[in-house]
């Protein structure tokens, strides 16, 4: 497995990595979060079950293009002042489309974390041949008052950059020890590993994941438009999370006809070691689900 590079148009240049043979299975990662943040545990739990899958990192983060222009501060996001050049959802759903053509898939299972889940579902709603089934992993709609960060992470993550590779991986620590998931013991060691690698990767990421932030609030209010997703649709959201309100993943599986909630107990907004086989099953039966009802479809 290595990194390979795709130009996906417009500028952009996305780094990715693809491990298995199958099913297409296409991995999003959420804000400021690179391609391992998909931790190679739960990749290989995929891989084992016959999928075929990619992760990469989104514009903005590790090894993809970054943007030039200084981000907004929060009173600029408050007041919804943007740079000329600020992108939103809808430019880095986009940038997976054209990932997917790079990649020779026609359509792909798509699979978003918070921020990447919003890419997915924008995908879903704009490019509905290209998606064929979606999972939502602790994301939301942009709804007003859901699915919004607990007041204390606001003030995390506002918190003054990093300056040193150390700072950023305390960092990490702190934030993961206020968002993580509660019912499970805290993965330190793995946090600090994938916060160095982070760095080491792209150093001083704090301005990619301001305009990546900027971008999400840029979109706005997406509910008219999730509404209109016709993707099979799984929604997987922890009772403990602190950076996503649960509310976000009631309005998303709200928003999509036939939708399915699986609400996780004890999970917060991570990804923790013990339910990488639970992720990994859920993702697959509906996935299963969804090939076996369009393999059993009549043909017209």
Do not use: C
Request: proline residues 6%; glycine residues 12%.
């Amino acid at each position: 497995m290595s990194e390979r590079v795709a130009e996906v148009g417009r500028g952009i240049t996305l780094t990715y990595e693809r491990q298995g043979a199958g099913v297409p299975l296409l991995l999003i990662a959420g804000l400021g979060q690179q391609k391992h943040e998909w931790h190679d545990g739960l990749v290989a739990q995929l891989v084992v079950r016959g999928y075929d899958v990619v992760r990469f990192d989104n514009r903005d983060v590790g090894t993809s293009t970054h943007a030039g222009f200084r981000p907004p501060g929060g009173l600029a996001m408050a007041r919804k002042r943007w740079d000329a050049q600020q992108y939103d959802l809808g430019d880095m759903a986009a940038d997976t489309a054209g990932l997917l053509d790079i990649l020779g898939w026609r359509s792909a299972h798509l699979v978003g974390m918070s921020m990447g889940g919003m890419i997915a579902q924008t995908v879903a709603a704009r490019h509905p041949e290209r998606v064929s089934s979606l999972t939502s992993i602790f994301s939301t709609t942009g709804a007003p008052r859901v699915g919004r960060p607990a007041p204390s992470t606001w003030i995390r993550m506002f918190a003054r950059p990093a300056r040193t590779r150390e700072e950023h991986v305390e960092a990490a620590v702190r934030m993961y020890r206020h968002i993580g998931s509660a019912g499970y013991p805290l993965d330190e060691p793995r946090i600090r590993a994938t916060a160095g690698l982070t760095w080491d990767r792209d150093p001083r990421p704090a301005a990619g994941v301001g305009r990546q932030l900027a971008g999400i609030l840029k979109s706005g209010d997406r509910t008219r438009e999730v509404r209109t997703i016709t993707a099979p649709t799984l929604v997987v959201h922890g009772d403990r999370d602190q950076m996503v309100n649960p509310t976000g993943g009631a309005v998303t599986a709200a928003a999509i006809a036939g939708a399915r909630l699986h609400t996780v107990p004890g999970m917060g907004h991570d990804l923790p070691v013990a339910l990488w086989p639970t992720f990994a099953d859920l993702i697959d039966t509906h996935i299963r689900t969804v090939e076996f009802r369009s393999s059993d479809a009549p043909i017209l």
